[in-house]
């Protein structure tokens, strides 16, 4: 089994965010009287990973303030998989056991989750997916030997296939809620009572 311990959180935040509409960076976006960026980080802040990686773009959440490395994507439009290459590059370079890749916008993930995925996993050549019940998605462990595989991704494809044919961890339709519009944030707030 991967161990927290052992691995790289890698926070993906660079996205270009086009379907937002032109307001400026979703992340920055308040939910909850913080950044939509930072909820993530703060349910995530306490488990012990070895090194925790912020890949940025435009966002001006301060990510280092919460003990993040961060990393620029310089080119967001080459796809969601040029962010995850940063980060893996980094995990790789360390010499981490594996990658937790999660998305900025899903501000509904929990740390209880988290555990979840690395108790499903089994060593270096795992994938452990979250998933609804019906989809797979982030956030995603990828232990180290599946590193290479990350690395060679290209465009806003990602690592789809390998994830749907991972493990998947089921958790509530509401914990990965992703918010990529303006209606969903709208939603979102419905669903709290805001």
Same mark, same amino acid.
């Given at each position: 089994?991967?161990?927290?311990?052992?691995?790289?959180?890698?926070?993906?935040?660079?996205?270009?965010?086009?379907?937002?509409?032109?307001? @400026?960076?979703?992340?920055?976006?308040?939910?909850?009287?913080?950044? *939509? @960026?930072?909820?993530?980080?703060?349910?995530?802040?306490?488990?012990?990973?070895?090194?925790?990686?912020?890949?940025?773009?435009?966002?001006?959440?301060?990510?280092?303030?919460?003990?993040?490395?961060?990393?620029?994507?310089?080119?967001?439009?080459?796809?969601?998989?040029?962010?995850?290459?940063?980060?893996?590059?980094?995990?790789?370079?360390?010499?981490?056991?594996?990658?937790?890749?999660?998305?900025?916008?899903?501000?509904?993930?929990?740390?209880?989750?988290?555990?979840?995925?690395?108790?499903?996993?089994?060593?270096?050549?795992?994938?452990?997916?979250?998933?609804?019940?019906?989809?797979?998605?982030?956030?995603?462990?990828?232990?180290?030997?599946?590193?290479?595989?990350? *690395?060679?991704?290209?465009?806003?494809?990602g690592a789809r296939a390998? %994830?749907?044919?991972?493990?998947? %961890?089921?958790?509530?339709?509401?914990?990965?809620?992703?918010?990529?519009? %303006?209606?969903?944030?709208?939603?979102?707030?419905?669903?709290? @009572?805001?």
């Amino acid at each position: 089994m991967l161990r927290v311990e052992d691995s790289v959180l890698v926070l993906l935040a660079a996205g270009r965010g086009t379907r937002f509409g032109d307001i @400026g960076c979703k992340l920055d976006e308040l939910f909850l009287t913080r950044p *939509l @960026g930072l909820h993530v980080v703060t349910a995530l802040e306490a488990l012990p990973f070895h090194d925790r990686v912020a890949v940025t773009g435009t966002a001006k959440v301060d990510y280092a303030a919460h003990g993040f490395r961060v990393l620029a994507n310089d080119d967001p439009s080459q796809g969601l998989a040029r962010s995850v290459a940063i980060g893996v590059a980094h995990a790789k370079e360390i010499g981490a056991e594996a990658v937790l890749v999660a998305l900025a916008d899903m501000p509904r993930v929990t740390a209880a989750h988290i555990h979840r995925l690395f108790d499903a996993s089994t060593g270096a050549d795992s994938v452990v997916a979250s998933s609804d019940g019906c989809d797979a998605k982030p956030p995603a462990l990828f232990g180290r030997e599946r590193f290479d595989f990350l *690395l060679a991704l290209k465009g806003d494809e990602g690592a789809r296939a390998l %994830v749907r044919a991972g493990r998947h %961890v089921v958790t509530s339709p509401a914990e990965l809620i992703d918010v990529d519009t %303006v209606e969903d944030l709208a939603q979102l707030n419905t669903l709290i @009572g805001r």
